[in-house]
């Protein structure tokens, strides 16, 4: 059977990471944690330039260390901090300025270091619909923000944004078509570990470092 996937998505594609967050659980900006001697966000612009064509960084505040001079950096489109749904929005606004002959934009978090390289081919693969929300899981649960979303939802995604107060990526996801890629987790001797283990709290950045550690180990 001919693979019609990649028909149902316009390239160049994007990447968008989301580093707008306030990092309350954090306490400091994610984009700059330091991970193996690197920016958390350097983890994550390395990890993608061989999957898309362009990336840029969501921030609203001043360009984090990790940010080169060739990395666009874009603040939100709707004021006032609104949460990941705004850096979504501010993606798909992006790329339809910027590339207008693209169809979908990768959005992906800051605080995830560890997402599979193969994740944007996985993504693209499991398309079955032109308009729809291709989104990663693994272990049994969802992750809205590694996503690949429909430029052409720009329009109701903002007036969802401001008219629904709790302002939820599942929700939103589940008013439009969606497919859903499982990702597996990755056995090794020191326990099965989940690409999208992702770093909220100072203990999330020490088990990083040490996951970081034994991958860099186990290459050696």
């Known amino acids: ?4 996937s990649r028909r149902l998505i316009s390239e160049p594609l994007t990447a968008v990471i989301l580093a707008g967050g306030l990092s309350r659980r954090m306490g400091s900006p994610k984009p700059d944690l330091h991970l193996g001697g690197r920016t958390m966000l350097s983890h994550i612009i390395e990890r993608l330039r ?3 064509t362009s990336i840029a960084v969501n921030l609203n505040a001043e360009p984090a260390d990790a940010v080169d001079g060739n990395t666009p950096v874009i603040a939100d489109t709707v004021p006032g901090f609104l949460g990941p749904l705004a850096g979504v929005l501010t993606a798909m606004r992006h790329v339809a300025g910027a590339t207008p002959e693209a169809s979908h934009v990768l959005v992906v978090p800051t605080d995830t270091p560890f997402f599979p390289d ?5 993504l693209i693969a499991a398309l079955t619909q032109r308009q729809q929300i291709a989104v990663a899981a693994s272990v049994g649960q969802m992750h809205p923000l590694f996503a690949l979303w429909p430029v052409a939802l720009a329009d109701d995604l903002e007036n969802w944004l401001m008219s629904d107060p709790k302002r939820r990526v599942r929700a939103f996801i589940e008013r439009h078509a969606s497919v859903t890629v499982d990702f597996p987790v ?3 001797p020191k326990g ?5 283990f992702n770093v909220n709290t100072p203990a999330d950045l020490t088990e990083a470092k040490g996951w970081l550690s034994f991958f860099e180990d186990s290459r050696a």
């Open 118 to 122: 193969d994740l944007v081919a996985r």
């Open 192 to 196: 099965a570990f989940d690409p999208f």
């Open 50 to 52: 061989p999957q898309v």
């Open 186 to 188: 990755t056995m090794t």
């Open 1 to 4: 059977m001919p693979d019609t």
